[in-house]
C-alpha cells in the first residue's frame, strides 16, 4: 500500500500563486507515476497535471498549460504543483494520484492510490 499526504492549499487572491506538495509513504520501492487532479462542487474530478516516474515526461491540462508546474523529488517521495497566475476557475479540492507505473497516466480509473485532498480557494 502507498499513503498520499498532500499540503499547501489554503486561499489566495486572484493572480497569486500556491505550490502543492504530495508526499508518497508506505511501499514507494517501486517506480510510481503520479497525478494532480481536482475537483470542484457539483463537477467531475479531471487531470490538472501528471509526471512520470522519473520526471522525465510530463502532461498539463489545456486550462493550466503555462501556468502551473508539476514536478517531482524522488529522494522525498515528494511530487510538487506550483501554481501560479490563479483565477477563480482554479478553486477546487485538489488530490494527488499515484499508480504503480513508469508511464504518464491522465484519467482518475488509472490511478491506485488517492490522497485526501487539500482544498484551493481563489477570490476576485
Known amino acids: 500500500q502507498v499513503q498520499l499526504t498532500e499540503s499547501g492549499g489554503g486561499l489566495v487572491q486572484t493572480g497569486g500563486s500556491l505550490r502543492l506538495s504530495c508526499t508518497a509513504s508506505?511501499?514507494?520501492?517501486?517506480?510510481?507515476?503520479m497525478g494532480w487532479f481536482r475537483q470542484a462542487p457539483g463537477k467531475e474530478r479531471d487531470i490538472v497535471a501528471a509526471?512520470?516516474?522519473?520526471?522525465?515526461?510530463?502532461y498539463y491540462a489545456d486550462s493550466v498549460k503555462g501556468r502551473f508546474t508539476i514536478s517531482r523529488d524522488n529522494a522525498q517521495n515528494t511530487v510538487f504543483l506550483q501554481m501560479n497566475n490563479l483565477t477563480p476557475a482554479d478553486g477546487a479540492v485538489y488530490y494527488c494520484?499515484?499508480?504503480?507505473?513508469?508511464?504518464?497516466?491522465?484519467?482518475?480509473?488509472?490511478?491506485?492510490?488517492w490522497g485526501q485532498g487539500t482544498q484551493v480557494t481563489v477570490s476576485s
Open positions: 508506505g511501499r514507494t520501492d517501486s517506480s510510481l507515476a
Open positions: 509526471i512520470s516516474w522519473n520526471g522525465g515526461s510530463t
Open positions: 494520484a499515484a499508480v504503480r507505473t513508469k508511464n504518464i497516466r491522465v484519467t482518475s480509473p488509472m490511478y491506485e492510490y
